[in-house]
């Protein structure tokens, strides 16, 4: 097994991505606050220019690239978060980036990654038909893989969120981290018990489709059946030949909640309302677990990531104004 990602990875990271990604803030949350009698704080990592923190591992990762892979480019699979970051790095910093998807995907979702600069390459009627692709500009055009979470470099850069975590706030005793494929908590759990060993890690997943969590008391990577949900994030498998984030996060990782979807509406309400926020639904699970008073010995210092905020803005309309959503119509 390759040695997991440690703390001088993640420092070196901070390092190499800083001044292309934004060292986000960490705001105090009156309302949670209010709610818990513990002070929260929301680690706005939905400012990332891309939309999500998802910015930081792509960079990180394309930043480690040798002189003669990044002029090969690169491919991934993903029409969300992560394409959205590896098209957006790949153009700042002048690399190839194909983005394979399905003819599935809606027309804005493509313009917006051809709007960063990315190819979009259309094939097949799934997603892993699109995987397929990726996998043949990597084998027959020597194009490089950028994987959204099982990957050394992306797990160190997503780590970064962490370390700044920990370094803003050094009396920190819980973090509260959105959880799908583990890229972010493994590396923010990294981070922060390098620096606070004392502090606890809570990841949140939405309580269908979780893979990490079922894996987890599985003992071994599991696949789970995806699900529609508002958390459209967090979705998808960790990979059965998972190689880094599943032993990170049966290592680092204290507890997993899992939120339903009244939880993640109810959340994504409430940050609209009392903080003014625009957090997409797998953004929002940190706060659903509060609301739901669902964290085991939180602390009084509890800092909450808020990971991104590509939602489409009449679905959010929509939810923000109270309407009951059917989480089918949050991909389409
Ligand atoms: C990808 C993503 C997550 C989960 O990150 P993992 O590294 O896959 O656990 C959480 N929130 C948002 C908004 C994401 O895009």
Redesign the pocket.
């Given at each position: 097994m390759e040695p997991v990602v440690t703390l001088p990875d993640i420092e070196a990271a901070r390092t190499r991505i800083e001044g292309h990604v934004i060292r986000t803030p960490l705001v105090p949350s009156p309302s949670l606050s209010a709610v818990t009698g513990a002070d929260v704080r929301l680690k706005l990592d939905l400012l990332q220019p891309s939309g999500?923190?998802?910015l930081r591992g792509a960079t990180n990762a394309l930043l480690s690239l040798s002189p003669a892979d990044r002029a090969r480019g690169v491919t991934c699979c993903s029409t969300?978060?992560?394409g959205r970051a590896v098209a957006y790095a790949a153009g700042r910093l002048g690399i190839r980036a194909v983005i394979c998807m399905s003819r599935l995907v809606p027309a804005n979702k493509v313009r917006a990654i051809e709007a960063l600069g990315a190819e979009a390459r259309i094939v097949g009627r799934s997603q892993d038909e699109a995987a397929v692709e990726a996998g043949r500009l990597v084998a027959e055009e020597g194009m490089v893989m950028i994987p959204?979470?099982d990957h050394r470099d992306v797990v160190a850069g997503?780590g970064t969120c962490g370390l700044e975590i920990v370094e803003d706030w050094p009396e920190v005793d819980t973090v509260i981290v959105?959880?799908?494929?583990?890229?972010?908590?493994a590396g923010v759990a990294a981070a922060v018990k390098a620096r606070r060993p004392a502090a606890r890690i809570v990841g949140v997943s939405m309580d269908r489709g979780a893979a990490m969590q079922a894996s987890l008391a599985a003992g071994h990577p599991v696949a789970v059946e995806e699900v529609a949900s508002l958390a459209d994030?967090?979705g998808g498998g960790i990979g059965l030949d998972n190689r880094i984030t599943f032993a990170m996060c049966r290592a680092l990782v204290d507890e997993v909640i899992l939120v339903d979807e009244a939880a993640i509406a109810r959340a994504m309400r409430h940050l609209y309302r009392a903080e003014q926020l625009v957090a997409?639904g797998?953004?929002a699970v940190g706060a659903a677990a509060l609301l739901e008073r669902s964290v085991t010995r939180p602390g009084g210092h509890i800092a909450v990531i808020v990971?991104?905020r590509?939602v489409d803005m009449d679905l959010f309309t929509r939810i923000a104004s109270g309407e009951d959503v059917d989480p089918a119509a949050v991909s389409g």
């Open positions: 999500a923190f998802k969300g978060n992560h959204p979470f997503q959105p959880l799908s494929g583990g890229g972010l908590i994030s967090l997409e797998g953004a990971t991104g590509g």
